[in-house]
Nanobody
Framework: QVQLVESGGGLVQAGGSLRLSCIAS????????MGWYRQAPGKQRELVAA???????NYGDSVKGRFTISRDNAKNTVHLQMNSLKPEDTAVYSC??????????????WGQGTQVTVSS
C-alpha cells in the first residue's frame, strides 16, 4: 500500500512559474527513480523529468533549461520547478515512483495527477 499525492498545479500566465510537489507514503522501504509525466488532451503521455535516488536527472527535450526536478529522499518527496511556462505545457502532470516496499517487492506507483494550465 503505497500512495503518491501531487500538489501545486493551477493556472498561470505564459512566462510564469509553478512548483509541483509529490509525496509518497505507505509501506516504503526505498524509492529508486521518481519522475514527472504529463498528458495533454489528445496526446500521449510523455516524460517531463526523472531523478534517481542518487540524484541523476533526465529531462524531456521540450522542458530542458526551463524545468528542474529535485527530491528529498528522507521525506520521499519529489519536486518539479517549472519556469518560463508556455501554453503548450498545459497538461495533467502525474508523479511516479519505482518503489521497493517493506516486504521487498518492487513496483511502479502513480499519483492521480494535477492540472497545469498555462494561458497565453
Amino acid at each position: 500500500q503505497v500512495q503518491l499525492v501531487e500538489s501545486g498545479g493551477g493556472l498561470v500566465q505564459a512566462g510564469g512559474s509553478l512548483r509541483l510537489s509529490c509525496i509518497a507514503s505507505g509501506s516504503i522501504f526505498s524509492i529508486n527513480t521518481m519522475g514527472w509525466y504529463r498528458q495533454a488532451p489528445g496526446k500521449q503521455r510523455e516524460l517531463v523529468a526523472a531523478i534517481t535516488s542518487g540524484g541523476s536527472t533526465n529531462y524531456g527535450d521540450s522542458v530542458k533549461g526551463r524545468f528542474t526536478i529535485s527530491r528529498d529522499n528522507a521525506k520521499n518527496t519529489v519536486h518539479l520547478q517549472m519556469n518560463s511556462l508556455k501554453p503548450e505545457d498545459t497538461a495533467v502532470y502525474s508523479c511516479s515512483g519505482e518503489v521497493t516496499s517493506i516486504a521487498r517487492s518492487r513496483a511502479y506507483y502513480w499519483g492521480q495527477g494535477t492540472q497545469v494550465t498555462v494561458s497565453s
